[in-house]
């Protein structure tokens, strides 16, 4: 988070919504999206594209925020979208989305889920491994359908990220090895099925990374593998897709490298190589996810309990937690946290911010520094956009928080809290 927007009653604002007005009507735990950062962002990487004069396309990761909503925003900007299971390909063909600009991921796709692919006639299928590209075929051949493929592969970068979301290394369950050769087989097979039409090659080195460097050696080692191949295959590669995972500012310690400037310094690397190499200038794709919706959202809650131990332990405990936001409890993730009422308030205390769940590691800040808070008050934190709602359970039965879209002073539900009746909907009981 940078600075933060308020009103002159000095309350915390929304996409110029006042964050007390938000938390009365809609209650909390709610996540507010502030619309037009999102906008800005997606704005911000198509002009470094289109300044850089290269053809380009950008796919949204909608494992970040997959919501109707979002889906229709994504699609009106002239985005594509990634999905990463039957669910999300069925999310966002109801969200609007032209099935010709859906890419479909994943390392174990379901032949059911090809099949709703091929059904749907989506653009291209990111082929992760040998089973899919059998799946695949089965399904061309039933429906007498092709498909645009692209093939990923690990091209041995460790980026800087936490292990859990570093995904270009060798060992990595994600995608085709390259240095033992099965990347090549793979392409081979493809470039023979007459079912099958290969646009390029696609590589996702991790998430939440600031430096350019990972991307940009990632880029190089790509197009030294299209010049290898173009020498041994003929295969000349169209799109070169270099995932996502540019990382977003979650707190002060977070030094961002803007998007354009990441954007930029990536262009230029595959640039210069296909330059060296004399190959044709493929076609950047890109699939951001956190970068797009993280740091829009800000997620209200009411602080409820508190408990003090005298130079032990403050905590500060909201209505919501690790069912909303499991990310500081899996990766360790910080967040910074506001009072939305004063939240350039003169922060006085030292705290941790817990959730009510029923768990120890349900924890949302951990050492946070605020002013004294009150039951009743409304604690604000920002960031949450990626990975919050996705990833959100009903842990403990508590419902999934509401959603709402903010931008130029007004406000709109478009995910409602769930009910008690909706977590029970699936369940049939004995009798
Ligand atoms: N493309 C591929 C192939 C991916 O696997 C991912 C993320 C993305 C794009 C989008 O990455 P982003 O731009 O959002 O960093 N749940 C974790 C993040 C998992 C990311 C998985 N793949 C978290 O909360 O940090």
Not at 49 to 74: R, T
Not at 184 to 192: F, H, V
Request: proline share 4%; with cysteine.
């Amino acid at each position: 988070t940078d600075a933060v927007e308020v009103n002159q009653a000095g309350h915390l604002m929304i996409g110029g919504v006042d964050t007390l007005k938000l938390a009365q009507k809609y209650g909390t735990p709610v996540i507010a999206y502030d619309v037009s950062k999102i906008k800005k962002q997606i704005a911000d990487f198509k002009k470094a594209f289109i300044e850089a004069e290269v053809p380009y396309k950008i796919s949204y990761a909608s494992k970040a925020f997959s919501s109707l909503a979002m889906y229709e925003l994504v699609a009106q900007a002239g985005l594509g979208c990634d999905v990463v299971s039957g669910g999300e390909l069925y999310a966002a063909l109801k969200g609007g989305m032209p099935p010709e600009d859906i890419e479909f991921h994943g390392n174990n796709k379901l032949p059911e889920e090809i099949e709703m692919g091929v059904e749907a006639q989506i653009g291209c299928f990111v082929i992760d491994n040998f089973q899919e590209i059998k799946f695949l075929d089965r399904a061309l051949r039933r429906k007498h359908a092709k498909a645009n493929v692209v093939l990923r592969v690990t091209p041995g970068i460790e980026a800087e990220t936490h292990k859990y979301i570093s995904t270009g290394q060798s060992n990595s369950k994600f995608g085709f090895d390259v240095q033992s050769g099965q990347a090549k087989k793979a392409l081979e097979s493809i470039l023979k099925n007459p079912r099958m039409n290969i646009e390029g090659l696609h590589c996702h080195i991790g998430s939440q990374i600031f430096q350019a460097k990972g991307f940009v050696m990632a880029a190089e080692k790509m197009v030294d593998l299209m010049k290898k191949w173009h020498d041994e295959l003929g295969f000349d590669t169209k799109v070169l897709n270099l995932g996502g995972g540019f990382g977003i500012h979650y707190t002060k310690d977070d030094q961002m490298i803007p998007t354009e400037d990441f954007a930029k310094d990536i262009i230029a690397a595959v640039k210069s190589r296909a330059k060296k190499y004399n190959l044709k200038m493929p076609e950047i794709w890109i699939e951001p996810g956190r970068s797009l919706a993280g740091e829009a959202g800000t997620t209200l809650y009411t602080v409820g309990s508190r408990k003090d131990v005298e130079g032990v332990c403050h905590f500060i405990a909201v209505d919501g937690g690790m069912g909303d936001n499991i990310r500081p409890a899996l990766y360790q993730a910080k967040y910074e946290a506001y009072l939305a009422e004063r939240p350039n308030a003169l922060n006085e205390q030292i705290v941790t911010v817990v959730g009510k769940y029923c768990e120890s590691g349900d924890v949302l800040v951990r050492d946070c520094l605020l002013p004294n808070t009150h039951p009743g008050d409304i604690l604000a934190i920002p960031d949450t956009g990626a990975y919050g709602y996705t990833m959100a359970s009903n842990y403990n039965r508590n419902p999934r928080p509401a959603v709402v879209f903010c931008e130029n002073g007004s406000s709109r539900l478009v995910v409602r809290r769930e009910t008690f009746e909706d977590m029970l909907s699936c369940e049939l009981g004995l009798t």
